[in-house]
């Protein structure tokens, strides 16, 4: 895909003093992070630690009880659209409209963000090879396995050339070909200044292409910083697998 060039900001996605609770349990604790343009940064923590609360905060689908969350400098809260404009947003389990083709939902996206016709199809000519889902494009997405409603929905999410991409558990149901192309695709955005927000329980797939490495445990982000930076904090040169596994065992102590 032409990889798109865009504006530096401050910070593409900041969050102050975060706080999400329901009732009295507490998903995310007053977190603060700041995501730079032109990162790939990979959030990790165990199930239920607080990673898609925080994504569904950076999306404005979730309000926080206390704090702020912006992107690309734009509030995201009761009026979000700003903000929402500047991102993409793929969650951990795709959805598509039943009753349209893979090609209809793409379309319907590209009508939705204004996108001219001729400019859907040189994106479309772009991104549907290289994510593997010509041979099915036409059929209901109803008869799509999780693989192939994953590829359309990524295929969705970058045709409107977004300056911040958040997506939670990217690779599950792809093939090693098309988790190939997609790294491919997040570096290129990153390359032009985009930025990428990545959940993930890959851990091999983190510590192969994120700039920076955010771990969450129990809602507290309990380590960030580079691959070298937590090797270093975790006293040893191991596989990120074994740094999140000792950082984790250690806020459980």
């Known amino acids: 895909m032409t990889s798109e060039t865009f504006p530096t900001a401050t910070a593409a996605i900041q969050l102050s003093g975060v706080r999400k609770t329901y009732g009295t349990k507490v998903a995310v604790a007053d977190l603060s992070l700041d995501i730079a343009p032109g990162e790939l940064f990979a959030f990790l923590g165990p199930n239920g630690a607080g990673k898609t609360t925080t994504i569904k905060m950076i ?3 979730l309000r926080p009880k206390a704090g702020k969350v912006h992107v690309c400098g734009h ?3 009761d009026n979000g659209l700003a903000a929402k404009t500047q ?3 793929v969650p951990d389990q795709p959805f598509l409209y039943d009753k349209l083709t893979g090609r209809e939902f793409l379309y319907f ?3 939705m963000y204004g996108i001219s016709s001729g400019e859907r199809e040189r994106r479309l000519g772009e991104l549907v090879p290289r994510l593997d889902c010509a041979e099915f ?3 209901m997405t109803e008869t799509y396995s999780h693989g192939m ?3 359309v929905v990524l295929a969705a999410a970058l045709l409107h050339a ?3 991409l958040v997506i939670d558990e990217p690779m599950v149901g792809l093939d090693p070909r098309t988790i190939r192309a997609v790294k491919e695709l997040f570096v290129e955005l990153t390359d032009g200044g985009g ?4 959940s993930t329980h890959t851990l091999d797939i983190a510590e192969a292409v994120a700039d920076r490495i955010g771990i969450i445990d129990r809602g507290e982000l309990i380590a960030i910083g580079t691959l070298a930076e937590l090797r270093a904090r975790a006293q040893r040169e191991h596989s990120l697998e074994e740094i999140f596994l000792g950082l984790t065992e250690v806020n459980d102590g």
């Open 59 to 61: 999306v404005g689908l």
């Open 75 to 77: 509030p995201m809260g």
């Open 87 to 89: 991102l993409a947003y």
């Open 109 to 111: 996206v590209a009508e």
């Open 137 to 139: 494009l036409d059929r």
């Open 149 to 151: 409603k994953q590829k």
């Open 162 to 164: 977004p300056r911040v």
């Open 195 to 198: 930025t990428v927000f990545m």
